[in-house]
Structure formats: structure tokens, C-alpha cells
């Protein structure tokens, strides 16, 4: 549900982007037929029904997911609370997989004017990512302290990064990144808020760890 309502924040923001680009009207000489301004008015409204769809949806998977977790755990409340614990932060690994690589694509292939050498190395660093969130992954399961206390040095890393290049973005708005500012403005703070509460999650799986989850 949120992950959708981080979708509907994008499209919204992405109106204005593509306006200024492709223009309000019909593109002469194209094949289009639909104005520019109907195609990016409809796409917010197509995410905010989907939202709505998500939320009813999502209330009855709630409820499902409380009976599984009863059958599968038991009612040792505190065993169930560290379970909670672990679903969210798995599923934050796979969130900032995903905005990490969605930044990476857009440095890439919308800002053609970015150096080489910045350019390899966020190709590179996708991968990289990945191997990483699954080594947080496979410490997590084993309860290695030693691998979540890596893996926060690298959420530091990766918060630096960020930092860097929201400084960056801002600093070039009117000439390098000034088509996909807005955009990547608010992909940078996503991430940076996302990679906090991760490692916000990571400390609370660390002391969830010898308390029987494992097992």
C-alpha cells in the first residue's frame, strides 16, 4: 500500500516533467493522437484507484496473515513480535533494492550528460547492491551480528552517497539534471528515509537475535 502511494507521489511529480518537454498539446509529426496533458492527468488518477483497491485488499491479507503467523509461531507474543520484526525488515531490503536500482536507471539513461566514470560506477553498483541486501538477508536468518554490524557500515555509505547527490542535483538543477530534478529529488529523500529506517530495523533484529526466532 505504501509502495503504491510512493508510486502516486512519482506520477503526480512526473505531470510537470513531462510537460516541459514533450509540450501540452499533440506532437506534430508523431503518430500520437492523445494530448500530452490527458496521457499524464491519467495516470495518477489509474494509481489512486489501484490504492484504493490495495487498501481493502490489504486489510484481509492482514487479517490472513495473523491466523498463518498464529499457526506457524504460536501465541508466545514476544516470539510473534520479533517475527514482525523480521518480515518488515525483508521487506525493506527489497525496497531499497528497488529505489536504489530505479536511481541508478535514471542517472543513467535520462541524464545523458553524465560523466563516464560516474556512469560505470553506478552501473557497477547495482549488483553490488544486491549482494549486499542479500548478505544483510543471510545474517538476519543466522543471527550473525557480525554481518548486520557490516551492513549498517554500508547503509552509512550508501546514506553518504545520497547525500552527495541530492547536493549534486540541487547544486546543477538549471543545466545538468534541470528536466529530472523534481523526480530525483524525491527518489534521493525516499532512499535516504528508507536506508534510516532500515538501519533502525537492523539494530532491532540484532537484539531480537538468541531469543528463539532462529530456530
Known amino acids: 500500500i505504501i509502495f503504491n502511494a510512493c508510486f502516486l507521489v512519482y506520477s503526480l511529480i512526473q505531470i510537470s516533467e513531462m510537460r516541459s518537454v514533450l509540450g501540452d498539446g499533440v506532437a506534430e509529426g508523431s503518430s500520437q493522437t492523445v494530448p500530452v496533458q490527458v496521457l499524464t492527468g491519467a495516470i495518477p488518477i489509474v494509481i489512486a484507484i489501484a490504492e484504493l483497491s490495495f487498501v481493502a485488499l490489504g486489510w484481509k491479507l492482514w487479517k490472513e496473515f495473523g491466523w498463518q503467523i498464529y499457526k506457524k509461531i504460536g501465541a508466545d507474543r514476544s516470539l510473534k513480535r520479533c517475527y514482525l520484526h523480521y518480515q518488515i525488515y525483508v521487506a525493506l531490503l527489497k525496497f531499497d533494492f528497488f529505489i536504489f536500482i530505479a536511481y541508478c536507471i535514471q542517472l543513467v539513461l535520462v541524464v545523458k ?35 548486520m554490524l557490516l551492513f549498517l557500515v554500508g547503509l552509512t555509505g550508501a546514506m553518504v552517497y545520497f547525500v552527495y547527490k541530492l547536493f549534486r542535483i540541487w547544486q546543477l538543477k538549471d543545466t545538468l539534471y534541470k528536466e529530472v530534478y523534481k523526480s530525483l529529488t524525491v527518489f534521493s529523500t525516499l532512499s535516504m528515509l528508507l536506508l534510516l529506517i532500515t538501519a533502525v530495523m537492523t539494530i532491532q533484529c540484532m537484539l531480537n537475535f538468541d531469543r528463539g526466532l532462529k530456530h
Do not use: D, H, N
Open 113 to 147: 550528460q553524465i560523466g563516464t566514470a560516474e556512469r560505470w560506477i553506478t552501473i557497477i553498483s547495482a549488483p553490488f547492491s544486491l549482494l549486499i541486501l542479500l548478505f544483510a538477508w543471510y545474517s538476519v536468518r543466522k543471527e550473525l551480528k557480525y554481518g
